[in-house]
């Protein structure tokens, strides 16, 4: 089992999901979504190369990885040595080389 860790933009990206959810669609969605965040993260522990290799962030040396979680949102990730680094959490309604440009600015 690999140890994930998780990048300070990713948990901003994470909070701010959770908080929309929760603001929208009430406490409970926010509690089943955390929920589902952390039965992914989890899996993602014992089978790192799970996701497929995020197209939008190709080329990148990291060979980032990406992992759908809930219908709108995933975790974007790579596994460096003895440890999964997830780089962002990201909201999927977003343009994707808005995703190019947020990873750059943290790698």
């Known amino acids: 089992m690999m140890k994930v860790k998780w990048t300070l933009l990713a948990k901003d990206g994470l ?9 929208n669609f009430g406490a409970q969605a926010r509690m089943d979504f955390l929920h589902d965040v952390k039965h992914t993260n989890k899996l993602l522990g014992s089978q790192p190369y ?9 080329g990148h040396p990291e060979g980032f990885r990406s992992i759908v979680v809930h219908k709108l949102s995933k975790i974007i990730y790579y596994i460096d040595n003895d440890h ?10 977003q343009a994707p080389e808005n995703l190019a440009n947020r990873i750059k600015t943290q790698c």
């Open 50 to 58: 799970m996701g497929p290799i995020e197209l939008t962030l190709d």
């Open 84 to 93: 999964i680094e997830v780089a962002d959490f990201w909201n999927c309604r």
């Open 15 to 23: 909070r701010e999901i959770a908080n929309y959810i929760k603001k």
